[in-house]
């Protein structure tokens, strides 16, 4: 079966610093990646997703990047954070551009 | 602007009773609609999903009903279970699987099961 794994589960970051969140998925080949966010008060919003190693779409300009350097590894980074950058962060993965998407229990990430 | 809203940030059923969720959208070329279901400290977990040539799809519980005129779609839970206690996503798309990177979320609505 398939699992995602995301982490850290929590993190408290000074504004200023960098940031990075990994993910990693098992038990299937090639997946479609995604890095959603959900700020306080408002709905899950896509950041990026990638199809393939290497390949990265931005949905929302930011302070925000994502990097794909293996198959099933993801990586949010920023290079200093904002305090517009908190909220909880979720990675997910889907089977094809066609199938549901599966969620990584998420990061809530708080920038003091 | 949001294009996905749900308007009851929270609903409170009993148990055995019918939960009905409601999910309004403002996009006529949505087709593929989504609800996804959260507990606290996990990711949101796939529940059901519904393509805009049907208005209705069930799978046990749970059935989503689509009014496209009306641009609404509902989630009804028959009976309800405090298992069911969570907080639910709704999700719209603008190709079919939503898997594309162009799912849109509305913000949740938070349904708590009393016994």
């Known amino acids: 079966s398939q699992t995602i794994h995301q982490w850290p589960a929590t993190l408290v970051q000074p504004v200023g610093s960098p940031l990075s969140l990994e993910c990693t998925v098992e038990?299937?080949?090639?997946?479609?990646l995604y890095w959603y966010r959900q700020a306080a008060g408002r709905g899950l919003q896509l950041l990026f997703y990638s199809v393939g190693i290497g390949q990265i779409s931005s949905e929302v300009p930011q302070n925000l990047s994502a990097s794909r350097p293996q198959d099933r590894q993801f990586i949010l980074s920023s290079k200093k954070l904002l305090l517009s950058d908190s909220g909880f962060y979720l990675c997910?993965?889907?089977?094809?551009?066609?199938?549901?998407?599966?969620f990584g229990n998420g990061t809530r990430l708080t920038v003091t | 602007d949001q294009q996905v809203k749900q308007n009851s940030p929270s609903l409170s059923v009993q148990e055995g009773r019918i939960s009905i969720l409601n999910c309004d959208y403002t996009n006529s070329m949505f087709d593929y609609f989504l609800w996804y279901k959260k507990y606290p400290a996990e990711g949101p977990t796939f529940l059901i999903s519904?393509?805009?040539?049907?208005d209705k799809n069930e799978d046990g519980r749970f059935t989503v009903f689509l009014n496209k005129s009306a641009k609404h779609l509902s989630l009804h839970i028959v009976p309800s279970q405090p298992g069911d206690s969570a907080v639910y996503f709704c999700a719209a798309s603008l190709n079919y699987g939503g898997s594309q990177g162009n799912l849109i979320f509305g913000k949740g609505t938070k349904l708590s099961v009393k016994p």
């Open positions: 519904i393509s805009s040539i049907k």
């Open positions: 038990g299937t080949s090639n997946p479609n």
């Open positions: 997910a993965w889907a089977r094809t551009g066609y199938s549901p998407l599966h």
